[in-house]
Every structure is written in C-alpha cells, then in structure tokens.
C-alpha cells in the first residue's frame, strides 16, 4: 500500500484541525501527517490572549488546547520552531528552517495545507520596534506583554488601535492598574459598527476611565535615551507611555503563497473553493486567517479572521484529505467582544458595507432590556438593524449593551443564514420568561420597528 504525506504549515487552529480530522480518517499507514510551526506552542487560543494578560484566566495553559506531544501522540509529526520559507508547487515540496539550529530542510507533499494564519499590522512608524512596544498576536507576544508589565515601573498605557485587540486591551491593562489612552484613527472606536452604536462604545470606555481619543493619527513612538518607549506621538499632540499595545488588526500572512503564485483576493487572502481547497491546485487546501471567505449577505469574498471560522475550516480540510467530504459555504460577519461590562456584537452588513455593495437599505434602532423591566437588574442594550427596502431581506445586526446583549446576535446571524426577512423574524419563537427576555426580545422589537421602516420607504 502506497503512504501518501500531507504536510500542513501551522500548528495552530486550522492547521492542527486539519491533520487531526485527517488522522481520524486515516491511519499512519495510509496517511503520513507532517506540520510545521515556527512558535513555542501549538493549538492555543489567541482569542483568549487579552483575559490571560488582564487576569481573569489564571495561566497561560489554560489557552492551549493540545500540546505537540499530544499531536504527536496521535501519530502527526509536529515540528515546533520551524518555519516553511518557500513552497515548491511544481515539486510538491515545501523548504523549512529550524529556527533553534538555523538548518534547512526539503520535505516532499502529496497533499498541502496551508494554515499561516494573519500578522498583526505594524506600520513602518519611527520607533515602532523600540523596548515597551508591543503586538499581541501569539502566547509569546502575551508572555512578553505580562514580563513587561511586572517589570514597569510607569503605569501609563497606550493601545493604538480600538478595533477588537484595542478595545480587549484596553480593558485588560485597566485591570491590571494601568492608566489607559486608546488612539483611535476612526470617527468612532469599534469600525466594525456604524459610528453611531461606536458611539455609544465611546461612552462606555470613558466611563470606565479609558481616554478614547478619535480621529488620532500616530506619527511616531518616542523614545528616551535608552531606546524605551515614553511617549506616542500624533499629528497634534503626545501622549505618555510607558507600555504600548499594538491593535491595529491583522492582514493575511500570505507572502509564502504569493511566491509560490497561489491565488490571493483584494484582501490579500487565499481564494477557495467549497471544500476549501486552493483555487486551480488540486491537492493544496488553505484555512484559517490566511484565506478569504464568501460573505453569504453581500456575496463577495471578505476576511473574517476569527477562531470558530478556522476551526470550521480544518474541519472541512481533514474530511477532504482524509476521503470524506466537507463544505465551507460562507459567513455573515458574526463578532462578539467586551470591554468590562459592556459587550458589543454584530453580524452581517454595516452601512457602508450594504452601500459598498450597491444595495437599498432602511434602518431601525431601538433600545429595550435583556430581562422584564420589572425583574431586578436588567442589562440596558441598544440593537440597531438593516434590512434591504423593498424585499425586507435581514441585512444586519449590532448590539451594543450590558449582560446579556451580546448573545443576542445569534438569533440575527441565524436569519441572516437562512435569508430571512424582517417580517419573518417578528414571528419567530424565542424563549421568554422575565429572567432572560421582555415579553418581546430586543431583536424582535428591532425587527417589528424595521418592518414599519420598510414599508413607509415603499
């Protein structure tokens, strides 16, 4: 019998999904399974990164799933701190560097997964690179943010960026003493909803004691004569630090597949087909943050780098290599996140986004609370919905509020899914009792109120 070799680059969340749902389908002697990773740890949650640094999750193991000696133990042979400098597509090869002894190495493939996940924006900025600044994409760039809080002396706090990794950020080096200033280049924090619910998150941080400075465009990190960070700079003004947090988001880490001439979309991600396999290559698949996806709402490719996405997609990869057969049909932009108690969720299309796409829409806003208004504590949230005019089709959802809102956008993405309309969602039978829901959810109401925005646009 003829031992095929998959090799999969990315020991993390697609990449290790892969190969373990290969290897359930099948064994040693008919599959060999090599990965390459070039960090210290595999199959972690970077989602989890922020709440480790900010304390609410005690350890750092508690974020790793599997450890390479369990992978290995399943029969995939796992190499850490390796990196793959160049895929050979005519050779079916792949190069790699152990980056402990410098030596390279060639290894044929049969089959190819490519999981190099995203790198987190780091514009070329003067001093960019100097001591006290730091990105937070991987569990050695958390170890490394922890370090340096322990060993500062200052307690002043800069994140430039407040996007999710800003806004997660910001709350975990609140909690961890620190004085906090969010630099912002949008009109709002949180660009992933529309500057009027951004702004209501914008409210929320400065209660909390975060100094959200919008519309802040960073020139430079300034440094002392030491070469640590002191300040940020922008055009206007500076800013004190003694610790800065890079979160600006991420982009695609494609550069091995752009060499090696693989297809990459507007966004610099790899294309796919269904099976999440690379466009024109028949045995090469990609998944994770390094991929585009079919957004199901405006039917054009996107990136949505997002951990339940990658996971889905290593799970669709493993059943194709491994002789089964699996599907990725697309996403509705589902995000939920939190800075203290406030929590902030979307899905499906902003404004811009239904704009962007050539499509009519109306809009709905409506304020409500996550339980009976006469049980004790009910979490305020404000839910603001789109629908296409004339059809009434569920373009999107974004929630902003306190416990309780944010799982509430799955009821949205759900009908997003599904294609349903606004009138159709106002029949849908939610669970009510006056701990969990006013007798009309939030997201119905939202939904009766559009229903009469789309028919007085008519």
């Known amino acids: 019998m003829t031992v095929e070799r998959l090799v999969v680059i990315g020991g993390d969340a697609a990449g290790m999904s892969a190969a373990s749902q290969a290897r359930r389908l099948k064994g040693p002697d008919e599959l060999e399974i090599v990965a390459f990773e070039r960090g210290h740890f595999s199959s972690y949650s970077a989602c989890g990164i922020p709440y480790w640094v ?8 508690a974020l790793i799933a599997r450890t390479p000696g369990e992978h290995r133990e399943r029969a995939i ?16 090869r792949v190069c790699s560097r152990d980056l402990e ?19 987190p924006v780091r514009p070329p900025l003067p001093g960019i690179d100097a001591a006290g600044v730091h990105g937070v994409q991987t569990l050695d760039d958390g170890q490394a943010l922890l370090t340096a809080l322990t060993a500062t002396a200052g307690r002043r706090a800069v994140v430039i960026g407040a996007g999710y990794i800003g806004v997660e950020m910001a709350e975990a080096l609140l909690n961890r003493g620190f004085e906090v ?37 960073v020139t430079a990190i300034r440094t002392d004569a030491d070469g640590r960070v002191r300040a940020v700079a922008t055009g206007d003004a500076e800013y004190p630090a ?29 294309l796919t087909d269904l099976s999440m396999r690379v466009r024109g290559h028949g045995n090469i698949w990609a998944g994770g943050d390094c991929v585009e996806v079919l957004d199901l709402v405006s039917g054009r490719e996107r990136h949505v780098p997002l951990g339940t996405h990658a996971n889905k997609h290593g799970q669709v990869i493993g059943a194709n290599v491994g002789g089964g057969y699996g599907t990725f049909p697309g996403v509705v932009g589902t995000a939920v996140s939190k800075v203290c108690d406030l929590e902030i969720a979307r899905t499906g299309l902003r404004e811009k ?7 009519r829409y109306v809009t709905a806003v409506i304020e409500s ?13 404000t839910v603001k919905m789109l629908a296409e005019r004339r059809s009434g089709r569920l373009l999107g959802v974004q929630i902003v509020g306190r416990e309780g ?27 009510y009792a006056p701990p969990f829901s006013p007798v009309w959810d939030p997201v119905l109401v939202a939904a009766r109120k559009a229903v009469a925005a789309v028919r007085a646009a008519d």
């Open 101 to 119: 002894t410098g030596g390279e190495t060639w290894t044929g493939y049969d089959k190819l997964v490519v999981a190099t996940g995203a790198r």
């Open 353 to 359: 986004d239904a704009a962007a796409v050539g499509l």
């Open 54 to 61: 900010g304390g609410q999750v005690p350890e750092r193991g």
């Open 181 to 217: 200033t969010v630099l912002n280049r949008g009109e709002q924090p949180m660009a992933t909803l529309d500057p009027d619910m951004g702004r209501l998150v914008h409210t929320a941080m400065d209660g909390l004691g975060i100094t959200t400075v919008n519309g802040a465009r």
């Open 405 to 431: 809102a944010a799982k509430r956008v799955d009821v949205a993405a759900v009908a997003l899914t599904a294609g349903m309309t606004v009138e159709q969602m106002t029949a849908l039978d939610l669970g």
């Open 369 to 381: 609370t996550s339980r009976a208004g006469y049980y004790p504590e009910p979490g305020v949230m």
């Open 77 to 92: 042979d796992l190499r850490m701190r390796t990196e793959v400098t160049e895929i050979d597509v005519a050779g079916g």
């Open 242 to 270: 003694d610790v800065v947090v890079l979160g600006m988001g991420v982009e695609p880490e494609t550069a091995l597949a752009r060499e090696a001439g693989l297809p990459l979309g507007v966004y610099g991600g790899l």
